[in-house]
């Protein structure tokens, strides 16, 4: 079974600064997505970005960008010029490649939430 | 309109209570969700339908019935819940299939409380 591990319960960054969260997953597919989600408080979760398994470029969308590395499973994303909006819940997510019964399966992590000081 | 629409966003009912939670999607998705977040946990997969049918029942207890009467439209009724029970609730659509990217659409979920 696959498992999505969050070893950062929580992190603080400078508004301005670079933060890097941490996530971690355990699969034995080769085909699969892996996405982080930011949830603000009291509002809906939305995505931030998604890196697919077989692209080796990092994904990236503005100020964020991931570092993927397939060989030790690790998808950590990084934040660049924090600002106050980034405060939230960050939650890392797999899916699967393959779809079981016509859909697919997510597994989240934990979260990690971000402070940003001013 | 929102993409998913979760309603009530708060609800409180006591361990008798009968209840029911709604979720809406616009956005023409087949496949809808209902996910348990609690604090300090992964988020759990409770239900999912893809055009209407359920394909995925995560070993979750009876007291809670899912209905999805067409690919728009997705309940979880409540009955008998116990406090542990509370948490907030994540309806979410995605359009499945392989040649899509499968990015989860979310609302805002649904605080529940048992008393």
């Known amino acids: 079974a696959q498992t999505v591990t969050q070893s950062q319960p929580e992190m603080s960054v400078q508004e301005a600064e670079t933060v890097t969260l941490s996530c971690t997953y355990d699969?034995?597919?080769?085909?699969?997505?892996l996405f982080w989600y930011k949830q603000p408080p009291s509002r809906q979760m939305i995505l931030v970005i998604r890196?697919?398994?077989?692209?080796?470029q990092n994904a990236t969308e503005n100020r964020f960008s991931v570092n993927f590395q397939k060989a030790a499973k690790s998808f950590s994303l990084k934040i660049s010029d924090s600002q106050l909006g980034d405060a939230a819940m960050y939650f890392c997510?797999?899916?699967?490649?393959?779809?079981?019964?016509?859909?697919?399966?997510?597994?989240f992590g934990t979260g990690t939430r971000l402070k940003v000081l001013a | 309109e929102t993409g998913v629409t979760q309603t009530p966003r708060h609800l409180v009912m006591g361990m008798t209570n009968k209840k029911s939670l709604k979720c809406e999607q616009h956005?023409?998705?087949?496949?809808m969700y209902w996910y348990k977040q609690s604090a300090k946990k992964p988020l759990e997969l409770m239900f999912v339908?893809?055009?209407?049918?359920?394909?995925e029942n995560n070993s979750v207890p009876s007291r809670f019935s899912p209905e999805c009467p067409n690919s728009s439209h997705l309940f979880l009724h409540l009955h008998t819940l116990q406090p542990e029970d509370s948490a907030l609730y994540l309806c979410?659509?995605?359009?499945?299939?392989?040649?899509?990217?499968?990015?989860?659409?979310f609302g805002e979920g649904s605080r529940l409380t048992v008393l």
């Open positions: 339908y893809n055009f209407k049918e359920q394909t």
């Open positions: 979410a659509s995605s359009q499945d299939g392989q040649i899509y990217t499968g990015e989860l659409f």
């Open positions: 997510a797999y899916r699967s490649g393959f779809a079981t019964s016509g859909t697919y399966k997510y597994i």
């Open positions: 956005l023409g998705h087949n496949a």
């Open positions: 699969t034995s597919e080769s085909d699969y997505y």
């Open positions: 890196q697919e398994a077989y692209k080796q």
